[in-house]
């Protein structure tokens, strides 16, 4: 606690570095919890490498339960239709 009083800052947990990363993906931030942590710049790429991946692999994820789903969907009433035209 002293050490955040007399304006050092205490090194930054993994927790902080996650939720301060987050927020600035969403563009928000928070200037007095910032002053309060001191962190690394290998810490914010790490994290950034990892948010990224897991960011891009949902969108590719959700994208590919769409299509394979809608392609289901359309193979299965297409054999339907067929079967009611003969």
């Known amino acids: 606690m002293e050490n955040v009083m007399a304006g050092n ?21 928070k200037r007095e919890e910032h002053d309060k942590i ?20 949902t ?3 959700v994208v590919l339960f769409i299509t394979r789903r809608r392609l289901l969907i359309g193979r299965f009433s297409n054999k339907r239709s067929n079967k009611c035209r003969n």
């Open 9 to 29: 800052p205490r090194k930054a947990t993994l927790f902080q570095v996650v939720r301060m990363l987050l927020w600035a993906f969403a563009g928000i931030r």
């Open 38 to 57: 001191e962190v690394r710049p290998v810490q914010v790429i790490i994290v950034g490498i990892i948010a990224g991946a897991v960011f891009v692999g």
């Open 59 to 61: 969108i590719v994820s």
